[in-house]
């Protein structure tokens, strides 16, 4: 451990600026996997050393603290969505088509990041009210115009029923994200070992269908 | 405190036997409340017996441990949950109408118990492999039986199209949680002091239409 946080300290080495980004990339990937096979967002800053190889000290000097470090995964789990999400809009595309692959990649997400709407709750809660709000600002709320945009344009084109895209938007996730945060239920109680991508795929391709039938006119 | 715990404590009056059951719903309704308000399934017993007016002692005597409890209060809800869709699968009524009402309750029991999912996740990771073999038969097989036989009725009477009752218990139960899950991220990111049954109604309605014709011939 010690060889690695040498490594990956920036003050060490030639090698400093390269290193340290992957250093801060490790924590966040490792948490990341820590949360996902425990079915929690509850880690120790030890489970994270061993797992990642690194210090734990190298936390306290990315992140400050493991809140700092929780936000920093939530950031980078939500910055790439709200990337996918913006160039999806910006296609030339019909907004139904639009809509069959969100809720795809919504899937796909939760396929990946089990822990992503718990630990955004767990950050929520846990937050200043000031910081709360920024969480909004900067994720919550560009997803939520997101949702409007997209059910306008249908709605203008004649391609969706006139529904209410907040209340939507929590039809989706929620659907989207069940699937996979029911993960270690499926697993003590229904012998399932684990989510494969055959699994997530057929889950995809019914609740697509299910949701597109029930927005378009 | 000690004088409610007396009062509560059966071996201490002749109304004792009354009573014994009464300080045990009590606990059960404030455990219950705690999590609601606090959007957590962590509450201590100080909490506890501050909210409920009655000695946390009583905790163990009732329940043996936090752990009992838990246990006690998710088996309060989900029989609750399992009576009430029996009920409904053994009406006279057509599958469609059966599936309507059910979708509707399933709502609104996230809206009493929002907590509902994580305290089972919770329980289901925190016990042995056994006793979470148990939470499966006692709760998530029955209901995972009442969905097979919804669906196959539906399919066989030809007003559903013919749909995986697993997959679709996933995407019902997830649209159904998601909207009371978010309360707490409504309330600080969104400014919505809280949900109330106005909301939880228009969540209902839409929901219940995007999934039936979802589902529908």
Redesign the interface.
């Known amino acids: 451990m010690t060889k690695n946080a040498t490594r990956a300290d920036p003050a060490n080495s030639d090698l400093a600026q390269n290193d340290a980004g992957n250093a801060r990339e490790q924590l966040l990937d490792a948490a990341s996997a820590i949360m996902r096979e425990g079915?929690?967002v509850d880690i120790s800053l030890s489970e994270l050393s061993l797992r990642s190889g690194l210090n734990s000290a190298l936390v306290k000097y990315y992140f400050g603290n493991k809140q700092g470090l929780m936000l920093a995964l939530l950031d980078r789990n939500m910055r790439r969505i709200l990337t996918s999400v913006e160039t999806l809009l910006a296609k030339d595309m019909s907004p139904d088509d639009k809509m069959r692959r969100h809720i795809r990649a919504a899937i796909s997400t939760y396929f990946d990041y089990p822990y992503l709407?718990r630990l955004?709750?767990r950050l929520?809660?846990d937050?200043s009210?000031e910081d709360?709000?920024k969480?909004?600002d900067d994720y919550?709320?560009p997803l939520s115009e997101a949702y409007n945009r997209l059910i306008k344009d249908g709605v203008e084109q004649g391609v969706f029923r006139d529904?209410?895209p907040q209340?939507?938007y929590?039809?989706v996730?929620?659907?989207?994200?069940?699937?996979f945060?029911?993960r270690?239920?499926l697993r003590?109680?229904?012998s399932q070992d684990n989510l494969n991508e055959g699994m997530r795929d057929?889950?995809a391709d019914?609740?697509v269908?299910?949701?597109?039938?029930?927005?378009m006119v």
């Open positions: 079915d929690t709407n955004l709750m929520v809660r937050s009210p709360a709000g969480i909004a919550l709320r529904i209410d209340l939507f929590f039809t996730t929620g659907a989207a994200d069940r699937f945060s029911a270690l239920v003590h109680c229904f057929s889950y019914q609740t269908d299910i949701i597109m039938r029930g927005i």
